[in-house]
Structure formats: structure tokens, C-alpha cells
């Protein structure tokens, strides 16, 4: 079984790869460019989310709002099968994005349950 801070971190580059790979085939082709976004941000869901997640609707951009090179683990942990991975993400303004990943295990393996934007106001649903 991998543990929390790998999921995320395996997480964080698929999202990075789905992020710029969609941001240049919505530039070709924004009807078909968006479908196919759409789709592939599903298999990401399916692949590193609980079951029964329902996904918010999909963002993209030039700049991925998730990469290893600007976002950092700063803090983990973890009680029985659920775990709490708080990072920091600063992109190339230096704006710095909080976010909380929600974990559990699920038939042995690390699933993420929720990741949340965390700011001064709130915490929101970002996945």
C-alpha cells in the first residue's frame, strides 16, 4: 500500500499532465478539446478518488493550479484509515494556494475522498 503523501504526489503530476495536456487541445479545438478534457479529468476521478465521488465541473489553464514544482507537502496526518495532507502551492506571481486532501483507505489502497482550497474565508470543495 502507498501512503497518503505518495498518492498525492502521484496525484498532483497526473493532474498537471491532464492540466496542460487539456489546455493545448481546448486551444485547437474548443468543443472537442473541452470533450475530450472532460473525459480524461473522469478517468483521473476514477483512478485516484473514491467511488462515490461526484467531480466539480472541470478548470484548467497556461498555469496548472497543482505541480510538484510549486506545490508542497507541509503537513500530514493521519488516524487509522483516513489521513489529512495539508500543501502549499505558490505559482509564478508568488500567489500562494492552501489545499487539504482528504484520504481513506479503501480496499487497501489510499483513495482521495475530497480536496479542498483552503483561504481566510473558507474551505471549498475543488475536486
Known sequence: MN????????FIVDYKI???HSSI???KNRSDGMEEAENNYQL???KYCVP???????AF???STH???QEKIVKTSQKGNVAFIHSKHIDADDFESDYEYHLKIVNGS???????YVDADGKYECL
Do not use: C, F, H, R
Open 3 to 10: 501512503s497518503p503523501e505518495e498518492l498525492v504526489k502521484s
Open 18 to 20: 491532464w492540466n496542460d
Open 25 to 27: 487541445i481546448y486551444n
Open 44 to 46: 483521473l476521478i476514477e
Open 52 to 58: 462515490e465521488i461526484t467531480a466539480q465541473g472541470i
Open 61 to 63: 489553464g497556461s498555469e
Open 67 to 69: 505541480s510538484l514544482d
Open 110 to 116: 489510499w483513495m482521495l475522498t475530497s480536496i479542498l
